[in-house]
C-alpha cells in the first residue's frame, strides 16, 4: 500500500448553519445541475418518494377495485392498465433506485470517507435519465397506458393494442442504463476512492450490500436493456424472434428477462440487507455479530442470483431438466439469507437496544423477509409451484420481500438518516405509531393473499367467485390501513423539515464516518480526513446530555 | 451516448472546484490541470477512469452476449437454416469490413501510443485514419444492407413477398389483400390459402408444429436449387448493375427451409446494433481529434484517448464473432 | 487493492506516459498482421468441410482473435488483475447465460407439439367447443 499525502485541515471550521451542503449553493439549477453525491441523493429521495405516492395510488384503485366480483369502480381494461402501472412504477421507478441512487448515493461516499463518487458527472448523468425514463412513463400514460404486466411477457406485450406500450419501454430501456451508471460508479468509488484505513473488512456492511448490488446491476442490467430493445423491435419491425407464430420463441424471451428480473429482485433486497446491518447494529450499540459472514453473504447473493431465474419459469414450457436444476439452486440462495437474519439476531442478544423508529423498522423486516423468504422455498419447490404459479400466494410472497423487506428498508433507512440528510429530527412517538400502523396493515393485506393463493385465486384478475370475496375484503382494508401509516409518516416527516428539533452530528450513537461530520454535512463532507475505525465499535460513544447527542469519548484523553 | 460518459467525466471538477476549496490542493491543480477535486493522485483517477472503462466494457458483453444466446438458440433449433441462408451473404465483403475493422483497431491502438509519448500530429493522423475505417465499414455495411433491402432479404413477412416493379416492398394495405399460398402440409386449417392479413397477426391457435410455421414457405420454384447456385446468381446479380436488385431469388427456390426470414432478424438485430456502436464509436472518435487538435493530450494525460481506444477495440471485437457467425456458414 | 497505483509513474523518464502501461509499436503491428492472417485463415476454412467441427474451428479462430485484441491492443495483458476478472467475469456470464438457455431450448424442443393432448382436448370440445383453441387437433401426438 502507497501511502498518500495527508490532507491538509481547512483553515476554518464552518458550523452547519453557515456551509452544509443545502444551502452552498441556492436556487433551481443549482440543484439540478448539482454534481454533488448528496444533492444528488435528496433529488433521487424526492422522485422515489413521488413515484411511491404514484404507484400506491394505482395500488389503492386495484384494492378497491378488488372489492366486489365483477365491476366496483372500473372496468375491465382499466383494471389491467392500473396493475400494471402500479408494478411497473413500483418495480422501476421505486424499488430498484430507492436505496441504491437515493440513500446509497446521499451515504455511500461519506460513510467511505470519500469526497464524492468517482464520476460525479456520470452521476448527474443517472438522474437525469432516471428523469427521463419517469417522462417516459408519463408519456405512456398519455399515448394510451400499457397492460402487458410489468414483465413485458411475448407475444401478448408485441400484440397488445394499448397504445403505451413503446414509450414505457423505452423508459424501462432508459432506467436500466441509470441503474448501470449508478453501480458502475459505486464499484469504482469503492475500489478506487477509499481513504488510508478504510480496508475492505472496515467498510461498514451497507456498503458491501452497495458493492454486491452494484455488480448485478452491471451485470444483469444489460440483458434487460437488449431484450426490451428487441421487444421494440418486434413491435414496430415484426422480426419474429419471440413470436412462436413466426418460428421464434416466448421462452427464450423469459430467459433473457428473468436472467434480469430474478436478480433485479436481489438489487432491492441485498442493499436493504445492508441497510437493516446498520439499523440493527447502531442502534442495539453493540458490535454486529459475524461481520464477515453478512459481507460475505451479501456477496453470495449477488452470484447466486445470476443462476435461479429459471424458478419464474417453472410451468412456461421450460424443460424438466432446468425446472430441477433451477429448483435445486433456488433453494440454496436460502442459506446466505438466513446466515443474515440469524446473526442479526445474534447481535441484538444482550444488546442494549434502543427501541426507536428505525429499530422498529429493522424488527419489521426481519419478520416480513422471514415469512417472505420462507413462503419463496414453497414457491421453488417445482410441485407445489404448479399449483400456486401465478396465484395471489406469489403475488403475497413478492410483496413481502420487495415491499415489506425492501421497502420497509427503506422506510427505515430513511428515518435513519433523515436527521443526517436534513438536519432535522423528526418526531419520534408519531414515527412508531406510522410503523405499527404500516405493519399491522401489511400484514392484513398481504397475509390474507397467501390463504387467497393457495384457495386457487390467480393473479391479476379482475373477476373472482363470490367465495373469494371475503378474503379481498380484508385485504383491501388492510391496503387502506398501511395507507393511513405512510400518509402519516409523509406528515411528520414534513412537518420536521418546518418545525424539526436541529439534529446533532451523532443522534443514535453510530460509529460509520458518517456521524462524524456535521448534521447536515459540509459541501466537502470532510474538513480533515476522518480517522477509519472499526464500524461496530460503540465501546467509546457516549451520550451528551448537552448536545442531545453521542460523542466519542477515548479513554485516556477526551475528543469532541 | 454512453460510452463517451466515464471518459467526459474527467472535466468533472471543472465545475466543482470554482468553489474553491480552501488550500491544500492547489499545488495539485497546478502540476496536473486535469485532476479532479476528489482524487489524490493522477494515477488515482486514470486507475478509476480506467475501472469504469471495464465495468462498462462488460455491460456491452452482455448487451450484445444476450443477443448472441438468441443466435445460439435459433441456430440449434433451425441449423438449415443458418446454413440456407448464410449464402445470401457477400463473404468478400464481409470480409473486406473484417480488415478494414482489424485495420481501424491498429491505428487507435498507435493513436494511444502516439498520445503516451506525446507526439501530437501523429495521434491526430491516427485518430482519422481510424475515423476513415469506421466511415469505410459503414459505407460497406451501406451497400450490403441496401442491396438486402432491394431483394427483399429482411425481417419478419416482407422477406415472403415477391419485389415490385419499382423495387420496393409493397405497401402494407395492398399485400393484406393479396391471399398468400400456404402449403397444405405446413397447417392445420382446411383452407389452403391464408390471407397476408392473417400472417401479419400472428395468433396463438396458430401454434406450429414442430419445425412448422405459420409463415408460408415459398411456393415452389425451379426445383432444388442449391445455395451454391443462388450464390452465384446473387454475384452475378451484384457484378450486373442493369438486373442489381430486380429479383427475390429466394422466394423461387423450393429448397428453402421454413422460418428462413428469422436468419435475417438476428442478422439484422446483431449488425444493426454493431452498426450503432460504430456510429457512436465515430462520434466520439471526433471528440477526440478536436481535442487532440488542441493539443490536450501527451504523457501526464491521455486518458479520453486511452478508453475510447478500449471502446473502439470492444466494437472490433464484436465483429470479429458477428463475421464467422453469419458470413462463414457451410 | 485500494491505493496501490499503476507502476511506472516516474513521468521525468523520456517517452515514458505518467500513468499507464505502453506498448510497443512493433507488438501492435505484429498482432494487427495476426489478426489479418487469422481472418485470411478463417475464411479458407470455411471451404473445408470438418461436418460439425467447422462451427467449432471458427469459433475457436474467433477467440483467438479476441484473445489478442484484448491482449495486445486493449493493453489488457499488462492491466490490473482486477480488470482482467471484470472483463473475464463478462465473458463468463455470456456463456453461463447461453449453456442454460441452449441446455432449455434443446431439451424442450421436443415436446412442443401443436394443439392440446387429447385428454385436454377432450374436455375443451366437451365444455367449449367454440373456443378458438377448441379448432386445434393435435395431430401426430397422443
Keep these: 500500500m502507497t501511502t498518500l499525502p495527508a490532507r491538509p485541515a481547512a483553515p476554518t471550521y464552518d458550523t452547519p448553519e453557515s456551509d452544509n451542503y443545502l444551502i452552498h449553493d441556492k436556487g433551481i439549477p443549482s440543484w439540478l445541475l448539482t454534481l454533488d453525491h448528496k444533492r444528488i441523493g435528496v433529488l433521487y429521495t424526492v422522485g422515489v418518494l413521488l413515484s411511491f405516492f404514484v404507484g400506491g395510488i394505482f395500488a389503492m384503485l386495484v384494492r378497491t377495485e378488488l372489492l366486489t366480483p365483477g365491476r366496483t369502480i372500473i372496468d375491465a381494461e382499466t383494471y389491467n392498465h392500473f396493475f400494471t402501472l402500479h408494478g411497473a412504477v413500483m418495480v422501476f421507478l421505486v424499488i430498484i433506485p430507492s436505496i441504491p441512487a437515493a440513500l446509497g448515493n446521499f451515504v455511500l461516499p461519506i460513510m467511505l470517507g470519500a469526497k464524492d463518487v468517482a464520476f ?34 411475448t407475444p401478448y406485450s408485441t400484440t397488445t393494442t394499448a397504445g403505451g406500450v413503446i414509450p414505457v419501454i423505452v423508459g424501462v430501456f432508459i432506467l436500466g442504463f441509470s441503474s448501470i451508471f449508478t453501480g458502475l460508479n459505486f464499484i469504482v468509488t469503492i475500489h478506487k476512492l477509499r481513504p488510508p484505513g478504510m480496508t475492505w473488512f472496515r467498510m461498514p456492511l451497507f456498503l458491501w450490500a452497495l458493492y454486491a448490488t452494484a455488480l448485478i446491476q452491471v451485470l444483469a442490467t444489460p440483458v434487460l436493456a437488449i431484450t426490451l430493445a428487441l421487444v421494440v423491435v418486434e413491435r414496430i419491425a415484426n422480426i419474429g424472434i419471440f413470436n412462436p407464430a413466426m418460428g421464434g420463441d416466448p421462452v427464450l424471451y423469459q430467459h433473457f428477462f428473468w436472467f434480469y428480473s430474478h436478480p433485479a429482485v436481489y438489487i432491492m433486497i441485498v442493499p436493504a440487507m445492508g441497510i437493516i446491518s446498520e439499523l440493527i447494529a447502531v442502534h442495539s450499540h453493540r458490535q454486529i455479530f459475524g461481520y464477515r459472514f453478512i459481507a460475505f453473504s451479501s456477496v453470495a447473493i449477488a452470484i447466486f442470483s445470476f443462476i435461479v431465474w429459471g424458478h419464474h419459469m417453472f410451468t412456461s414450457g421450460q424443460s424438466s431438466l432446468m425446472n430441477t436444476l433451477f ?7 436460502a442459506i446466505p439469507s438466513a446466515v443474515k437474519i440469524f446473526n442479526w439476531i445474534c447481535t441484538l442478544y444482550k444488546g442494549s437496544i434502543s427501541l426507536n423508529t428505525p429499530m422498529l423498522y429493522a424488527l419489521a423486516f426481519i419478520v416480513l423477509f422471514t415469512i417472505g423468504g420462507l413462503t419463496g422455498l414453497h414457491l421453488a419447490t417445482l410441485n407445489t409451484d404448479v399449483h400456486l404459479h401465478d396465484t395471489y400466494f406469489v403475488v403475497a410472497h413478492f410483496h413481502y420481500v420487495m415491499m415489506g423487506s425492501a421497502l420497509i428498508a427503506m422506510v427505515g433507512g430513511l428515518h435513519h438518516w433523515w436527521p443526517k440528510i436534513t438536519g432535522r429530527m423528526y418526531n419520534e412517538k408519531l414515527g412508531m405509531i406510522a410503523c405499527a400502523i404500516v405493519f399491522v396493515g401489511f400484514n392484513i393485506t398481504f397475509f390474507t393473499q397467501f390463504m387467497l393463493g393457495s384457495h386457487g385465486m390467480p393473479r391479476r384478475y379482475y373477476d373472482y367467485q363470490p367465495e373469494f370475496q371475503i378474503y379481498h375484503v380484508i385485504s383491501t382494508i388492510g391496503s387502506y390501513i398501511m395507507a393511513s401509516g405512510f400518509l402519516l409518516t409523509a406528515m411528520y416527516l414534513v412537518q420536521s423539515l418546518v418545525s424539526g428539533k436541529r439534529a446533532p452530528a451523532n443522534p443514535w450513537g453510530g460509529a460509520t464516518l458518517e456521524w462524524e461530520c456535521a448534521s447536515p454535512p459540509p459541501y466537502y463532507n470532510f474538513h480533515e480526513a476522518p480517522k477509519v475505525g472499526d464500524p461496530y465499535d460503540f465501546s467509546n460513544l457516549h451520550w451528551d446530555e448537552r448536545g442531545e447527542g453521542y460523542v466519542t469519548v477515548k479513554p485516556p484523553a477526551a475528543k469532541a | 451516448m454512453s460510452a463517451h460518459a466515464p471518459a467526459g467525466d474527467h472535466h468533472a471538477a471543472d465545475g466543482h472546484d470554482d468553489h474553491g476549496h480552501g488550500g491544500g490542493h492547489g499545488h495539485h491543480n497546478a502540476e496536473y490541470p486535469f485532476l479532479a477535486h476528489h482524487f489524490e493522485t493522477p494515477a488515482q483517477q486514470f486507475d478509476s477512469a ?16 444476450a443477443l448472441f444466446v438468441g443466435y445460439a438458440v435459433l441456430r440449434n433449433r433451425y441449423p438449415d437454416v443458418f446454413t440456407y441462408a448464410s449464402a445470401y451473404l457477400d463473404t468478400t465483403l464481409g470480409g473486406i469490413n473484417t480488415a478494414v475493422l482489424i485495420l481501424s483497431s491498429l491505428t487507435m491502438a498507435m493513436g494511444v501510443y502516439f498520445a503516451q509519448t506525446g507526439r501530437k500530429t501523429a495521434l491526430v493522423v491516427c485518430l482519422w485514419l481510424t475515423m476513415a475505417g469506421a466511415a469505410g465499414f459503414m459505407v460497406i455495411k451501406y451497400f450490403e444492407y441496401t442491396h438486402k433491402f432491394h431483394v427483399h432479404l429482411v425481417w419478419g413477412e416482407g422477406f415472403y413477398k415477391p419485389v415490385t416493379d419499382d423495387g420496393g416492398l409493397q405497401s402494407a394495405e395492398l399485400s393484406s389483400k393479396a391471399p398468400v399460398p400456404l402449403a397444405p402440409a405446413q397447417t392445420t386449417m382446411s383452407a389452403g390459402t391464408v390471407t397476408a392479413q392473417q400472417l401479419a397477426m400472428p395468433a396463438f391457435v396458430q401454434m406450429p408444429a414442430g419445425e412448422q410455421t405459420a409463415i408460408a414457405p415459398p411456393a415452389a420454384g425451379p426445383a432444388g436449387m442449391a445455395p451454391a447456385v443462388i450464390d452465384a446468381k446473387a454475384a452475378e446479380h451484384a457484378a450486373d448493375p442493369a438486373t442489381h436488385g430486380d429479383e427475390a431469388l429466394h422466394l423461387e427456390d423450393a429448397a428453402m427451409p421454413p422460418n428462413t426470414h428469422l436468419f435475417f432478424a438476428i442478422y439484422y438485430a446483431m449488425t444493426g446494433l454493431h452498426g450503432i456502436h460504430v456510429l457512436v464509436g465515430m462520434g466520439v472518435i471526433g471528440w477526440l481529434i478536436v481535442r487532440a487538435g488542441r493539443g490536450e493530450f501527451g504523457p501526464k494525460y491521455y486518458t479520453p484517448v486511452d478508453l475510447v481506444g478500449l471502446y473502439w477495440h470492444i466494437v472490433d471485437l464484436v465483429w470479429i464473432f458477428l463475421f464467422p457467425l453469419f458470413y462463414l456458414i457451410d | 487493492m485500494g491505493h496501490a497505483h499503476t507502476s511506472s509513474s516516474d513521468a521525468g523518464h523520456a517517452g515514458q506516459p505518467l500513468v499507464g502501461h505502453l506498448v510497443a509499436p512493433w507488438i501492435l503491428f505484429a498482432t494487427g498482421g495476426a489478426l489479418i492472417v487469422l481472418t485470411v485463415i478463417t475464411v479458407a476454412v470455411r471451404y473445408v468441410d470438418l461436418g460439425e467441427a467447422n462451427l467449432l474451428v471458427a469459433l475457436a479462430i474467433a477467440g483467438l482473435k479476441a484473445t489478442l485484441v484484448s491482449l495486445f491492443f486493449m493493453h489488457l495483458r499488462w492491466d490490473r488483475p482486477f480488470n482482467q476478472l471484470i472483463f473475464l467475469s463478462g465473458v463468463v456470464f455470456v456463456v453461463l447465460m447461453m449453456a442454460f438457455c441452449l441446455m432449455d431450448t434443446s431439451q424442450y424442443r421436443d415436446s412442443q407439439y401443436i394443439g392440446n393432448p387429447a385428454d385436454v382436448q377432450a374436455v375443451l370440445d366437451k365444455d367449449a367447443p367454440n373456443a378458438p383453441i377448441a379448432a386445434q387437433k393435435s395431430p401426430d401426438l397422443p
Design chain 1, 120 to 153: 460525479p458527472r456520470l452521476n448527474l448523468f443517472s438522474y437525469h435519465l432516471w428523469i427521463s425514463g419517469a417522462i417516459c412513463t408519463v408519456v405512456s400514460l398519455v399515448m394510451g397506458s400499457f397492460d402487458t404486466g410489468w414483465t413485458f411477457y
Design chain 1, 327 to 333: 429448483s435445486a439452486i433456488s433453494f440454496s440462495v
Design chain 2, 50 to 65: 480506467k475501472l469504469g472503462m471495464w465495468l462498462f466494457l462488460v455491460t456491452e458483453v452482455l448487451f450484445f452476449g
